[in-house]
Structures are given as C-alpha cells and as structure tokens.
C-alpha cells in the first residue's frame, strides 16, 4: 500500500430494486471535495497517469465497466517513495481510491464495455472562475515517461 493512498471497497445494500452504496460522508472521512466530475472510458482507453502538486483525488469506480489503476509514490518525504500499485475496480468490486498529491495515478478501462468514474477533488480545476493554472504534471505526454499503463 502507498502512504496516504486509500482504497475502500463500498458496501453495497441490494434488493429486488438493485443496490445502493455510500460513497462518501463528511462524518467519516476529514476529507472536503470542492467539486465533482463524472467520466466514461471507452474500452482498452486509458487516462493518465498524471499526478498533482497540492490537489488529492477522491475518485469512484462502481460501474458500470472496470479499471485497473496504476499508482506510483513520486513524493520526496514518503515512507512508500517509489512504490507502485496497480489493481482492478469497477462494477465487480466498486471502490473509492483517494490519490494524495505527488502520487502519480491512471487508470485503463478493461471490460469489454465502457467504464464509468466519478472524481470529487479537493480543489477546483483551473481554480476560482477557472482562472488558474491547471495542477497537473503530464506523465502521459513525456515519451520517456517511467510511468506506464499497458
């Protein structure tokens, strides 16, 4: 497991009318998104990996589709610097993974059909009236990236 990195499989209520599961509570987690976005990924697509400076990711993946999610710790003072992760989530185990700054994180759609993820960050894209800069590193447009998700 990488330092600060969280990976909670969701619970699940089902009954005749499906399921149901909590994702997040402000009661639980000391964790406060500032905005939420929701994403498909087509099959054998992949997004990422990237990493930010100050922002953490509280990404959701409960379908439909699966993702396997690539983690690398690139931070200087982490007890797991230059650990990796990489495992599967999605429709047959939904989970949240919250991805701390400084771990480089992406993910690969691979069912056979599109997959589906929600982020709720804590801080806002491009900032205030989108007037910022974005908080990304780019992994994925540096050819000679170590960062790589088959």
Not at 31 to 58: L, W
Not at 60 to 69: D, H, K, L
Not at 96 to 103: A, E, I, T
Request: with cysteine; aromatic share 10%.
């Amino acid at each position: 497991m990488i330092d600060g990195v969280i990976v909670k499989e969701l619970k699940k209520y089902e009954d005749e009318r499906g399921w149901l599961a909590e994702i997040y509570r402000k009661d639980e987690d000391e964790y406060q998104p500032a905005m939420s976005y929701i994403s498909i990924t087509m099959p054998g697509k992949v997004r990422g990996p990237h990493e930010h400076v100050k922002q953490t990711d509280f990404f959701v993946f409960a379908g439909p589709g699966t993702f396997e999610v690539y983690l690398w710790d690139r931070r200087e003072r982490s007890a797991t610097r230059d650990q990796h992760m990489r495992f599967e989530v999605g429709e047959g185990r939904p989970a949240v993974v919250v991805v701390p700054p400084g771990v480089v994180h992406g993910y690969k759609c691979v069912s056979e059909k599109p997959a589906m993820s929600i982020n709720m960050p804590d801080k806002l894209y491009k900032g205030e009236a989108k007037k910022e800069d974005i908080d990304e590193i780019r992994w994925e447009d540096n050819q000679d990236s170590p960062y790589k998700i088959n």
